[in-house]
C-alpha cells in the first residue's frame, strides 16, 4: 500500500505495572444484572400467546406487545423460562 505506515508493534504495547494493573481492572467481570424477564411481563407474554393461539405468532410482535425489542426480549424470555 502506498502511503500507509505503521509503527512497530513495540509501540503499541504497553508494559510496566500500571498497564498490568488497568489489564486486570478490564478483566473482571461485570457485576451480573438480572436479565430475567420480570414475572409480570411474563405473564403478559403467555396471555399474548394464549390469546393468538388461532394465528400465526411472530416473535416481533410479542416483543411489540411488551414495549420491548426482538432481540432483547428473546433473550430474556429465554432466561425467564429456564
Known amino acids: 500500500m502506498i502511503g500507509v505506515t505503521t509503527a512497530p508493534r513495540s509501540w ?4 510496566g505495572p ?8 478490564l478483566r473482571q467481570k461485570a457485576p451480573e444484572r438480572n436479565q430475567k424477564l420480570p414475572p ?3 405473564r403478559c407474554a403467555i396471555r399474548f400467546v394464549h390469546d393468538n393461539l388461532d394465528s400465526k405468532l411472530k416473535w416481533d410482535e410479542m416483543a411489540a406487545a411488551l414495549g420491548l425489542d426482538p432481540f432483547t ?3 430474556r424470555f429465554k432466561l425467564g423460562t429456564e
Open 12 to 15: 503499541h504495547k504497553r508494559s
Open 40 to 42: 409480570d411481563a411474563l
Open 73 to 75: 426480549f428473546g433473550r
Open 18 to 25: 500500571a498497564s498490568d494493573k488497568r489489564q486486570d481492572e
